[in-house]
């Protein structure tokens, strides 16, 4: 199997808490290597969050993925540097995202102490005319807000 | 300087000890929203206390993994801070703590995260951008409540003033450590005080200045504090689900 079509099959493994994006299209994909000699194929991951209890999920399905591929015998391997930022969310990812519902972050930044909260669009109607319900959601990397003009809750994976 | 056990348990356990004193808020916080806020700072805290604890148990060499070091050890083997061992009080006590905890754990990350242990400093770089937004948090209701009616006022000074004298022994000298505390307190007052003058709070002397828990010396609070967090792992050792 070639490199890139390895890669593909990991690349479409989805996020168990996010299951409208991939793990790539998260940014937590950093790695996948085949050992030329034994044939024996690495998946380097990130966490979004430390505390990330979608992490276990990931792993099996990652080799679960693999096995059905032909390699039964891979590892996965997370690092934590870089640390994950939003910003790794790619443009796909985001649109996905949108379309559940789920607001996208913005800018992440860097060195910020105290992050600043900018304009969240509804991802149901647009509006810019929003607010948040609650800093923390369903999930770690989620905060709850709701749409002044359409009236509707939405969640926003926040910037990080 | 090199990184030692001792140093890694002191960080562990302070995210560790944190994260079960913030679970104990689940369902009895003053909102649904804030149930949810506490359990994912905690979320944050344990995942921080895994990766240091996992760190710390190779470090030593002895065999013992993360589950060994949090649910095998008893009181007097706890390195963490007196601070996060203190009962939640009121919520006004909880902000306190939360406040004082993550001023002092961003401007430690941050030094650590450019530290030449590079295991050490990738757990930081990532641990700090979690804790800011706990630091975040425990601003706005500290303003909130400091700012608030006359009651909630008078709560929150009572609780900055009864937490204060424990921020002390967050900034002892330790000449061992990669990064040693002493250096940080004029960076975590300079987060610290701006906050309270916001949420119209007095700003407590410095006098007292309880310490012992880098020794292992505790308040009585631990014990009960771990009899509840390892009884569990301990009548069933090994126990899977």
Same mark, same amino acid.
Request: some cysteine; glycine content about 6%.
């Given at each position: 199997?070639?490199?890139?079509?390895? +890669?593909?099959?990991? &690349? %479409?493994?989805?996020? $168990?808490?996010?299951? @409208? !994006? *991939?793990?790539?299209?998260?940014?937590?994909?950093?790695?996948?290597?085949?050992?030329?000699?034994?044939?024996?194929?690495?998946?380097?991951?990130?966490?979004?969050?430390?505390?990330?209890?979608?992490?276990?999920?990931?792993?099996?399905?990652? +080799?679960?993925?693999? &096995? %059905?591929?032909?390699? $039964?015998?891979?590892? @996965? !391997? *997370?690092?934590?540097?870089?640390?994950?930022?939003?910003?790794?969310?790619?443009?796909?990812?985001?649109?996905?995202?949108?379309?559940?519902?789920?607001?996208?972050?913005?800018?992440?930044?860097?060195?910020?102490?105290?992050?600043?909260?900018?304009?969240?669009?509804?991802?149901?109607?647009?509006?810019?005319?929003?607010?948040? !319900?609650?800093?923390?959601?369903?999930?770690?990397?989620?905060?709850?807000?709701?749409?002044?003009?359409?009236?509707?809750?939405?969640?926003?994976?926040?910037?990080? | 300087?090199?990184?030692?056990?001792?140093?890694?348990?002191?960080?562990?356990?302070?995210?560790?000890?944190?994260?079960?004193?913030?679970?104990?808020?689940?369902?009895?916080?003053?909102?649904?929203?804030?149930?949810?806020?506490?359990?994912?700072?905690?979320?944050?805290?344990?995942?921080?206390?895994?990766?240091?604890?996992?760190?710390?148990?190779?470090?030593?060499?002895?065999?013992?993994?993360?589950?060994?070091?949090?649910?095998?050890?008893?009181?007097?083997?706890?390195?963490?801070?007196?601070?996060?061992?203190?009962?939640?009080?009121?919520?006004?006590?909880?902000?306190?703590?939360?406040?004082?905890?993550?001023?002092?754990?961003?401007?430690?990350?941050?030094?650590?995260?450019?530290?030449?242990?590079?295991?050490?400093?990738?757990?930081?770089?990532?641990?700090?951008?979690?804790?800011?937004?706990?630091?975040?948090?425990?601003?706005?209701?500290?303003?909130?409540?400091?700012?608030?009616?006359?009651?909630?006022?008078?709560?929150?000074?009572?609780?900055?003033?009864?937490?204060?004298?424990?921020?002390?022994?967050?900034?002892?000298?330790?000449?061992?450590?990669?990064?040693?505390?002493?250096?940080?307190?004029?960076?975590?007052?300079?987060?610290?005080?701006?906050?309270?003058?916001?949420?119209?709070?007095?700003?407590?002397?410095?006098?007292?200045?309880?310490?012992?828990?880098?020794?292992?010396?505790?308040?009585?609070?631990?014990?009960?504090?771990?009899?509840?967090?390892?009884?569990?792992?301990?009548?069933?050792?090994?126990?899977?689900?």
């Amino acid at each position: 199997m070639s490199a890139d079509r390895l +890669r593909d099959v990991v &690349a %479409a493994v989805v996020d $168990p808490e996010l299951r @409208v !994006v *991939t793990i790539e299209e998260l940014g937590i994909l950093r790695d996948v290597a085949e050992d030329p000699t034994s044939g024996r194929v690495t998946v380097t991951i990130t966490p979004t969050y430390t505390g990330c209890p979608a992490m276990d999920v990931i792993r099996a399905d990652i +080799r679960r993925a693999l &096995a %059905a591929a032909g390699h $039964p015998d891979a590892e @996965v !391997v *997370t690092v934590y540097a870089p640390a994950w930022s939003t910003d790794w969310i790619s443009a796909s990812g985001r649109a996905k995202l949108a379309a559940a519902g789920i607001a996208p972050p913005g800018p992440a930044g860097s060195g910020r102490s105290v992050p600043l909260t900018l304009t969240v669009r509804c991802p149901h109607c647009g509006a810019a005319d929003t607010e948040q !319900v609650s800093r923390f959601g369903s999930t770690a990397c989620k905060a709850l807000w709701r749409c002044r003009a359409c009236r509707e809750p939405f969640d926003h994976l926040r910037a990080l | 300087m090199k990184t030692t056990v001792d140093h890694l348990l002191a960080l562990g356990d302070d995210a560790l000890i944190a994260a079960q004193r913030l679970g104990e808020w689940v369902a009895a916080a003053p909102e649904l929203e804030e149930d949810v806020a506490l359990a994912n700072i905690a979320l944050d805290q344990l995942g921080a206390a895994r990766l240091l604890l996992t760190y710390a148990g190779e470090l030593e060499g002895a065999g013992r993994d993360e589950d060994a070091l949090a649910y095998l050890r008893d009181d007097r083997e706890f390195r963490n801070c007196l601070l996060v061992e203190l009962p939640n009080g009121d919520f006004a006590v909880t902000m306190a703590k939360l406040l004082f905890l993550a001023a002092y754990q961003l401007t430690l990350y941050t030094a650590l995260s450019g530290c030449a242990d590079e295991r050490l400093a990738a757990i930081a770089s990532k641990a700090r951008k979690e804790v800011a937004y706990h630091l975040d948090h425990a601003r706005l209701w500290t303003v909130r409540l400091g700012d608030g009616t006359a009651e909630s006022h008078r709560r929150m000074q009572a609780a900055v003033d009864e937490i204060w004298p424990y921020t002390h022994e967050l900034f002892l000298p330790d000449p061992t450590a990669p990064v040693d505390p002493a250096g940080l307190r004029a960076e975590f007052l300079a987060i610290v005080e701006p906050v309270l003058a916001e949420a119209t709070l007095e700003r407590p002397a410095d006098d007292w200045a309880p310490e012992g828990g880098r020794r292992g010396l505790h308040t009585e609070h631990l014990s009960y504090l771990l009899a509840e967090m390892q009884v569990l792992h301990r009548a069933h050792p090994g126990a899977r689900w």
